[in-house]
């Protein structure tokens, strides 16, 4: 059986009280069963049940429609912000390998139009952010240069700021991204030779000395 079906038929029986012999439902169990705590419905159980799309589904049908050359500028944003609210989820974050989302997402960072990569930075950043599976991803994909690049070098400014957020996001924690990251910053950026990627404030004086270099090329 499908796991999300068995976690359904799960639910069903959780919150299902049993009759007696007369049919009629004790007062036992309708106090027992109120005073067990409701597990949440599966959401995607309840899609596959009744034949609607999957989160996997719509990830996938997102990204096609940002990579269709016959959606217009408008309708791909409307995909990407689509895409990014379903990545929030952890699942789902950690479903974009397995779907093959992960080498587009990255390479719109190089999209000729400046709302495409702000958007695909927004969503790097929503993955990655307290992923490590995801950050790992990022760095096997060698997107950490890129980020730096976009942070200091984009002429948009919102696109420098979604690089950084995504920075940020990606090295926080994770120490493979951390070092990635001072390799490619240049001097002046960085706090000192060495990051450690636990140490908070350490990674906050790197990501605002980034903003103001950002702030100071939007004047």
């Given at each position: 059986m499908d796991p999300k079906l068995n976690d359904l038929f799960k639910w069903s029986i959780e919150n299902t009280s049993t009759p007696n012999g007369d049919g009629q439902t004790s007062n036992t169990d309708s106090n027992a069963a109120s005073a067990r705590p409701s597990r949440p419905i599966n959401a995607d159980a309840l899609k596959s049940l009744f034949g609607g799309p999957s989160d996997a589904d719509l990830m996938k049908e997102s990204?096609?429609?940002v990579l269709s050359p016959s959606i217009t500028l408008p309708n791909k944003l409307v995909a990407f912000d689509n895409f990014e609210q379903l990545i929030e989820s952890l699942d789902n974050a950690n479903n974009m390998e397995p779907l093959g989302l992960w080498t587009p997402l990255v390479d719109l960072l190089g999209n000729e139009e400046a709302e495409v990569r702000r958007m695909a930075a927004w969503c790097v950043g929503t993955a990655v952010q307290n992923n490590a599976k995801s950050q790992e991803k990022l760095l096997v994909l060698d997107a950490i240069p890129t980020l730096v690049k976009l942070s200091m070098e984009d002429p948009n400014e919102g696109v420098r700021r979604k690089a950084i957020y995504a920075l940020s996001s990606g090295i926080r924690n994770y120490q493979p991204g951390a070092d990635a990251a001072v390799k490619a910053l240049p001097l002046g950026m960085r706090v000192e030779d060495e990051l450690d990627a636990g140490d908070m404030d350490a990674v906050?004086?790197?990501?605002?000395?980034?903003?103001?270099a950002s702030r100071q090329k939007a004047l």
């Open positions: 990204m096609a429609a906050d004086r790197i990501m605002e000395n980034l903003r103001e």
